[in-house]
């Protein structure tokens, strides 16, 4: 594989630095030299973004779904398997290569058609962000009304505040404060999270059983949500994010040792909170992160409220880094801070729908399944064009050059239509909580949903055939070249 940097670009030559080093890298390639994230660094990336209160969120969904304990933990634990197994090659293809997600994109899509895959994970970013500060913002407030301090709006004004800064200005700085953030900041915070999962677990009678979904139609149809927003669907919005961070590992890695450090980081703390999510739920909590901390812990949850904090804000920051990634991938030329200045602007709006949302669980499944909607179809076309189309080789330097000199062209067609059909299948047999995500296939087939599986499949095969086809054309076009000749 080409690993070479582009024509017209510099190396980043900056020695080796004790401490935490300015990250001066936009989205060409990595130079070797720049790559020391370990595989124990890599796990701490994806395990901190995920060791949080909302995915305590994710498997009390289960309960209020209508499924019991048991069948929210086999829905949570296997099919967490299949998505971070994905998310686990996506990071070895970043590792590969040495290029952030957006931009391995152009391979595709083409040079210009790769900006709307970007332009979508640039506006995901931004509103996740909101999404995530909800939740910490909810809970923060929620531990300081259990102690008698009532704010109001200030309150929650300068706590959003407090947050937002410290999340950009992690985010600001880089991978490598990213990096340092979660490498010593994730091992304490398991340690905290492991004294809290014993503490709720003992307090909380669990029922296994208990559902509120009777009819095994009704058990299917919650099934199926549930492995869209947080059995295969969890570890799949992650995707779009993967090579950003991936793309800093040692050169010398193999491939084994990234794909089992970044799976195992999504996966671990993603099934751990959302089975404790689960058991808090099935026992009579609320799926709002804030009353199952407050009511499960007490007091107890005041010493640790800033390490619970972590999670989110450790999110956040990945949030926002590869959101200033996704723009210099579509070509905007605006320095980083004015990026993530407008990212905070988005993250608002959203944060304000969800505070005004009568049910954050289902505000959480609608968001989820609006996600999956467009990364299933991208997802597998990327597959195909790495695994099957390219062969796992791709030229480095025309993922950069100018379309008209690129041998990636300004629209790779084939993989825009797909696309767009991945999008129209993905919707199809969607079964959201509004009649707008509800597809007619979906309803047919006994209100399922299985978007993320049509979507993939729809596009991924599609795009397969048009570039065989193609290929063909190209080839009777180069055979009859020969023979006038």
């Not at 979508?120 to 970013?125: A, D």
Request: proline share 5%.
């Amino acid at each position: 594989m080409s690993t070479s940097h582009p024509p017209g670009t510099a190396e980043v030559t900056t020695p080796a630095e004790t401490g935490v080093r300015f990250d001066e890298h936009g989205v060409l390639p990595i130079p070797d030299q720049e790559r020391d994230c370990s595989p124990w660094e890599l796990f701490w990336i994806w395990c901190g973004a995920n060791i949080a209160p909302i995915n305590w969120v994710l498997g009390a969904l289960g309960i209020t779904l209508g499924l019991s304990l048991l069948e929210t933990l086999l829905v949570v634990v296997i099919g967490n398997l299949f998505g971070c197994a994905i998310f686990g090659l996506f990071n070895v293809i970043g590792h590969r290569t040495a290029v952030n997600q957006m931009v391995l994109g152009r391979s595709a899509f083409g040079i210009r058609g790769a900006a709307l895959p970007a332009l979508v994970q640039g506006l995901l970013t931004m509103a996740w962000v909101g999404v995530n500060t909800w939740v910490v913002l909810d809970l923060v407030l929620a531990v300081l009304d259990q102690l008698g301090i009532h704010g109001g709006l200030g309150l929650k004004i300068l706590v959003a505040v407090v947050i937002m800064g410290v999340q950009l200005g992690l985010a600001l700085y880089g991978f490598y404060a990213i990096r340092a953030f979660e490498k010593y900041s994730v091992p304490l915070t398991i340690a905290v999270m492991l004294v809290m999962t014993v503490v709720a677990l003992a307090r909380t009678h669990l029922d296994w059983s208990t559902a509120t979904a009777d009819t095994p139609a009704e058990k299917l149809t919650a099934a199926t949500q549930l492995v869209t927003a947080i059995g295969i669907g969890w570890g799949l919005t992650w995707i779009p994010y993967a090579a950003d961070y991936s793309r800093f590992a040692r050169p010398q890695l193999r491939s084994r040792t990234v794909f089992w450090a970044s799976a195992a980081g999504m996966y671990v703390p993603t099934v751990w909170l959302a089975a404790l999510g689960a058991c808090l739920a099935s026992a009579g909590g609320s799926a709002d992160p804030s009353a199952l901390v407050v009511g499960t812990f007490g007091a107890l949850a005041i010493p640790v409220l800033l390490l619970i904090m972590h999670g989110p804000i450790a999110t956040n920051i990945l949030n926002l880094y590869s959101c200033s990634l996704a723009a210099l991938t579509i070509g905007i030329r605006v320095a980083r801070w004015k990026i993530t200045l407008f990212a905070g602007v988005i993250a608002a709006l959203v944060l304000a729908i969800f505070i005004n949302s009568d049910s954050f669980a289902h505000a959480f499944d609608n968001w989820m399944v609006s996600i999956l909607m467009w990364i299933s179809p991208w997802m597998a076309i990327l597959l195909v064009d790495y695994f099957l189309i390219r062969r796992r080789t791709l030229s480095i330097p025309d993922l950069y050059r100018d379309p008209t000199a690129s041998a990636y062209a300004r629209y790779n067609i084939p993989g825009l239509l797909s696309l767009a059909a991945g999008l129209i299948a993905s919707w199809s047999w969607q079964y959201g909580l509004v009649p707008a995500m509800q597809g007619p296939l979906a309803r047919i087939l006994g209100n399922t949903d299985f978007s993320w599986l049509s979507g993939s499949l729809v596009a991924g095969g599609l795009y397969a055939l048009l570039m065989a086809a193609t290929r063909n054309r190209a080839d009777r076009a180069g055979q009859r070249s020969q023979r006038t000749e």
